[in-house]
């Protein structure tokens, strides 16, 4: 059953993305913050190791805080056309927002094998490795999507999650700048 509803997630998935060469991405699993990350890194700082988590870790991370920070959780692959199309417009509103209690995280679903290769490479190319956690994309069930999400069901990426105390929006598929820019200042109100 696993395999089937694992198999339905990869077809569902690769239906939203065309494959294409990966630029790669990384990151560590931050505890709470209230600021954004900088989007850019020194060339003498070594990047940070993305961290792994599991689902009691994504699930925790998607939980609701009750504290005044906006929580922007984009779900993509490097090898995802619409995925990699947005991420400019997410790197250009976290140094727009570097000041404001806003946290960005990117959850990485590219295979196991490539994230110490293509992942990482993309995470230090982009100056994403601070802000990028890896999840086996095999482990998410059905129960994670209702457990977290009113309409994702996994069906495909890129999908971002945006959630301040009560409040959430939930998107699928690439978002412009615009609808980015629109999204997270409804929630800043």
């Excluded at 679903?109 to 490795?129: I, P």
Aim: aromatic share 8%; net charge neutral; hydrophobic share 35%.
């Amino acid at each position: 059953m696993k395999k089937l509803l694992f198999s339905s997630f990869i077809i569902m998935t690769l239906v939203g993305c065309k494959k294409e060469t990966p630029t790669s991405t990384e990151n560590t699993l931050d505890k709470d913050s209230t600021t954004a990350t900088s989007t850019t890194e020194s060339t003498t700082t070594p990047p940070v190791a993305m961290a792994e988590i599991d689902l009691k870790q994504a699930n925790e991370l998607l939980k609701t805080k009750q504290n005044d920070t906006l929580y922007v959780t984009n779900f993509f692959a490097t090898w995802c056309g619409p995925c990699m199309k947005e991420i400019p417009h997410f790197k250009e509103k976290m140094t727009e927002l570097k000041d404001k209690p806003v946290k960005f995280t990117f959850i990485n679903l590219d295979n196991k094998e490539d994230w110490n290769t293509v992942v990482k490479q993309f995470g230090e190319e982009s100056g994403l490795s601070k802000n990028i956690v890896l999840i086996d994309g095999s482990i998410l069930n059905p129960d994670f999507f209702k457990q977290n999400f009113k309409t994702w069901t996994g069906e495909s990426i890129p999908f971002t999650f945006m959630k301040k105390g009560d409040k959430t929006n939930e998107t699928v598929g690439s978002m412009s700048k615009t609808d980015l820019d629109e999204k997270i200042a409804s929630l800043l109100k």
